[in-house]
């Protein structure tokens, strides 16, 4: 709406509403280019209505007019292929299972053999006999509650409906409404999600994916219908996977692609590190493997080697013991089987333009036994480098006892203190281009070396990194750099990779959380702040080319906190290595958190409530499927599934950035938002989150400064974190 008034917006924002005509309707007659607009049409779903402004002489008020968009677009069918499962028999699969001599595999020396001869060709002739793969064509969206007593009903109705149309009796008629009553679709729904909620009461991810499946959104990680390759925007199928599957594949070179003139293989050395005690891989227990197969998610997709996870779940007991030996295997020979290096790679939709294919994430699709190895292989690699502190304090990413609530508590007490001392503090968001995808194989190598990794670590990582392919429904392409997104080990790699680029910040401060990068300084010169920035931003930028990191100049951002010092109009840049100026933003999206220049949060809470309104609204929406067992807005508590909606679905927007988001929901006080609707007041879940914190501060996994229960109170003190 055009300069819509604040106490209006607030009345539509409590109700869900939106507003779909944003022309204006009508004209002042000294003023023919300029309107106002006081008609108005409101809605709570505005993607299926078009709105339209009609200009006539009749009255000074524009017409106004609004068409649902209510045609249904046909879908071709869907042809999937998957196991069949309409004759397994889990006890004949067992059977055959148990009649295989796993033992022999101990006697097998290369683990490729093993894998393909012993284990992979048994398991899959034995799987395919019970469970073959067959085509499956869909026509209509999958509706696990539309059941096939519902389907039938459905069609005794249109028979009986035809039947009273052709013979017109009030007798077929009445048959036609029994019939019709008792086709209750929206109960049936209902009771479907019921079900599901109870079963899911003690799991929040199984009820979360409940909540998110009410939602009827589209998956983001499917191929888009067109993209644009070069100049020109295709729409061929083909094309779209064969470019798709190249710029992956080659999506770690952007880096030499960049730079001109060619750079060392080999990062230099930022500082001089004490070497850490040898290590090197310890045997993997046959119990611990049968804990990770026994804990394998069984709804999750299989790699490319096809060994679905529910299989491998169900047999567990059986195939723990040879599946433990091919993984000590590996270690003895340094090799892992060719199959565990292929990734089926999904592409995921970041935001920005659908048809740029660098506003796609690749998510690797692993096979499920190389995920339960690296999975093993992390336990061991993470133990050696926690006990022995081999992370930067400064990295909050892939750690326990980390997350983006500590780091955001670091970062933001470090600034709000330099605001309180009356001195200016300047920051730069770094952003770099596919982190992940260009990470260089032998500066990793070395960097493992350099921590005291033996020479059959070293040569089991670089077998690991050797002979890589990756695929997006096409044929394989070899990936010769970055370790694979969506793997259990490659985020420990890439922390490792990054770990040394915290000690070149100089006389600035520093914080890394995965690829997400905040370089920030403060005191009462804003020249002398600005130039120190500088400094350190060169040095940052120099490591990052050592490593071979590419800087996104375009989104690495600039912003100076202050709220009451004085400020010159213009600001002395801050520039990149290749004299590119950075821009300054008064916004910034850190860790999921809207920042803005003087700390107010204004910009958050206005993003958190559009969140919050559209969730809220979502779940109106549903309340016909709701009503049983959890209301949008509950009288009552006792339910067991009202509380987890409030935390699955609210509570981590409200809870987790700010302190006091209650009042900026309906302008009011600050608590009196929750309390008709039985919402928990903000305060007390503030104060039970620092008695907890507190409590586990003393854990020596918990970052730094949170381990002293005083600076901890001093973060949550009157100074600096209270006043968000």
């Given amino acids: 709406m055009l300069n819509t008034p604040a106490i209006l917006q607030s009345k539509l924002d409590a109700l869900n509403l939106r507003q779909i005509i944003n022309e204006p309707t009508r004209y002042l007659p000294k003023a023919l280019n300029t309107g106002t607009l006081i008609d108005i049409i409101l809605t709570n779903f505005p993607s299926k209505y078009t709105s339209a402004v009609f200009n006539q002489d009749l009255s000074d008020h524009c017409l106004i007019a609004c068409i649902r968009n209510g045609s249904a677009v046909k879908r071709p069918p869907l042809i999937t292929v998957k196991r069949s499962l309409k004759h397994f028999s889990e006890q004949a699969f067992l059977i055959d299972l148990a009649g295989v001599s796993w033992k022999d595999i101990d006697l097998i020396p290369s683990v490729e053999d093993a894998w393909i001869f012993k284990k992979k060709n048994a398991f899959l002739t034995i799987l395919n006999k019970h469970a073959p793969f067959k085509k499956f064509r869909t026509r209509n969206r999958y509706s696990p ?4 007593d519902l389907t039938a009903l459905n069609q005794h109705k249109n028979i009986l ?15 036609f409404r029994e019939a019709r009553n008792h086709y209750t679709v929206r109960k049936a729904k209902a009771s479907f999600f019921k079900q599901k909620f109870a079963s899911c009461n003690t799991n929040s991810k199984k009820f979360w994916d409940t909540v998110k ?6 998956t983001s990680s499917q191929l888009p219908t067109a993209l644009k390759i070069g100049n020109t925007v295709t729409t061929d199928k083909s094309t779209i996977i064969e470019n798709f599957n190249k710029h992956c594949s080659t999506a770690g070179h952007a880096f030499h692609l960049a730079t001109p003139t060619p ?4 990062a230099p050395p930022t500082a001089t590190r004490p070497s850490l005690p040898h ?5 993997i227990h046959s119990a611990d493997v049968l804990k990770e197969l026994q804990n394998l998610d069984p709804y999750k997709s299989a790699g490319l080697d096809n060994l679905d996870p529910f299989f491998l779940k169900l047999s567990a007991e059986i195939v723990a013991t040879p599946i433990t030996s091919l993984f000590n295997l590996s270690f003895v020979s340094s090799e892992i089987p060719k199959d565990w290096k292929a990734a089926a790679v999904i592409p995921l939709f970041k935001g ?3 048809l740029d294919p660098n506003c796609y994430r690749p998510i690797s699709i692993l096979p499920c036994l190389s995920k339960v190895f690296k999975s093993q292989v992390n336990k ?3 133990d050696h480098f926690e006990s022995h502190h081999t992370f930067s304090a400064m990295q909050s990413g892939f750690r326990a006892g980390h997350g983006c609530t500590s780091a955001m508590l670091k970062v933001l007490n470090d600034i709000l203190t330099a605001i309180d001392k009356k001195h200016y503090c300047a920051a730069v968001f770094i952003d770099l281009a596919k982190a992940f995808d260009s990470v260089n194989h032998h500066i990793l190598i070395g960097r493992l070396n350099s921590l005291g990794f033996s020479n059959d670590c070293l040569a089991w990582f670089t077998n690991y990194f050797s002979d890589r392919v990756q695929c997006v429904k096409s044929v394989c392409q070899a990936v010769s750099m970055g370790v694979p997104q969506g793997s259990i080990l490659g985020p420990t790699l890439f922390s490792v990779y990054i770990n040394e680029v915290a000690l070149a910040a100089g006389e600035s401060l520093i914080h890394l959380y995965a690829d997400d990068t905040i370089l920030y300084t403060s005191g009462p010169s804003l020249d002398t702040v600005l130039t120190t920035l500088q400094a350190s931003f060169n040095a940052i930028q120099l490591s990052f080319r050592g490593l071979q990191l590419l800087l996104n100049t375009s989104k690495t951002k600039c912003m100076l906190f202050n709220r009451s010092l004085p400020t010159p109009t213009r600001l002395s840049n801050i520039t990149t290595l290749d004299g590119s100026d950075l821009e300054y933003v008064d916004n910034y999206k850190y860790l999921g958190v809207w920042l803005d220049c003087k700390l107010s949060f204004q910009t958050h809470i206005k993003h958190l409530q559009s969140k919050v309104k559209s969730r809220i609204g979502n779940t109106i929406s549903q309340q016909s499927i709701l009503h049983s067992c959890c209301q949008t807005y509950p009288c009552k508590t ?14 981590n927007s409200l809870q987790y950035p700010t302190q006091q988001i209650g009042c900026s929901l309906s302008q009011c006080n600050p608590f009196c938002h929750q309390s008709p609707i039985y919402y928990p007041p903000l305060r007390p879940v503030r104060s039970r989150w620092l008695a907890l914190a507190s409590y586990s501060s003393p854990n020596p996994l918990a970052p730094c400064h949170l381990q002293d229960p005083a600076r901890l109170s001093q973060l949550a003190g009157h100074h600096s974190i209270s006043h968000l």
Avoid: Y
Avoid at 263 to 266: G, I
């Fill in 213 to 218: 499946s009410m939602e009827n959104k589209n």
């Fill in 263 to 266: 750079v060392n293989s080999t």
């Fill in 279 to 283: 290590f090197s891989f310890s045997q």
């Fill in 145 to 148: 509650w539309f059941s096939p």
């Fill in 161 to 175: 409906w035809r039947s009273a149309l052709a013979s017109n009796s009030l007798r077929d008629m009445q048959l």
């Fill in 638 to 651: 006792d339910h067991p599934t009202n509380p987890r909606l409030w935390r699955c679905h609210l509570q």
């Fill in 380 to 382: 061991q690699i993470t």
């Fill in 352 to 354: 920005g333009d659908t």
